[in-house]
């Protein structure tokens, strides 16, 4: 798998599905189809769920994902 060249971690009504979106827009830009990736906050979920949400990646030129409570854990930063 491809490693994740940006994440989107923001919270809840500060525009980041809107950011989603219009990045997905962008063929050179890899999102998955699930915007919220829960792998970084959640210590329950293992690789093969990061392996399963990026299975659609191409070779675009970036890879991203998001989540909209990321910036409530201390990790995030």
Do not use: W
Not at 27 to 36: F, Q, T
Not at 64 to 76: D, L, P, R
């Amino acid at each position: 798998m491809r490693k994740i060249d940006f994440f989107i971690a923001g919270v809840q009504k500060s525009g980041t599905t809107t950011i989603y979106d219009l990045l997905s827009k962008d063929s050179r830009i890899y999102l998955p189809k699930i915007k919220e990736n829960p792998f970084f906050t959640n210590p329950d979920i293992n690789e093969d769920f990061n392996e399963r949400l990026y299975s659609g990646y191409n070779s675009e030129i970036l890879c991203g994902g998001a989540y909209a409570n990321a910036i409530f854990f201390h990790q995030s930063a």
